[in-house]
Nanobody
Framework: QVQLQESGGGLVQAGGSMRLSCTTS????????MGWFRQAPGKEREFVAA????????FYADFAKGRFTISRASAEGTVFLQMSSLKPEDTAVYSC????????????????WGQGTQVTVSS
């Protein structure tokens, strides 16, 4: 069993930056690839970025390329999502999740989820 907890969300102005963290419990953290997803009101959950269990490879949704950076600190059991040049359309609940498979963009391919953290970008 892996438990995930996101933090770092809040309110930011357009053009600003924010770093989200996802802390995990359980000894198997390093055996999972990790992903970030987001869900805006009235929309389906969408893939944002993923990082391999080793931390050496990453993959991004097109909207995230060049603006978002995913990384992990394996010793700390933590995954980060650094977001910059934020836009109002980035407003959503951001969640982290685990998967055994690479590269996966569908939420159904992820097994453990955090509860999410709200990110609001004002114009």
């Amino acid at each position: 069993q892996v438990q995930l907890q996101e933090s770092g969300g809040g309110l930011v102005q357009a053009g600003g930056s924010m770093r989200l963290s996802c802390t995990t419990s359980g000894r198997t953290f390093n055996s999972y690839h990790m992903g970030w997803f987001r869900q805006a009101p009235g929309k389906e959950r969408e893939f944002v970025a993923a990082v391999t269990s080793s931390g050496y490879s990453t993959f991004y949704a097109d909207f995230a390329k060049g603006r978002f950076t995913i990384s992990r600190a394996s010793a700390e059991g933590t995954v980060f999502l650094q977001m910059s040049s934020l836009k109002p359309e980035d407003t959503a609940v951001y969640s982290c999740a685990t998967t055994r498979n690479w590269i996966r963009q569908s939420p159904s391919d992820y097994n453990y989820w955090g509860q999410g953290t709200q990110v609001t970008v004002s114009s």
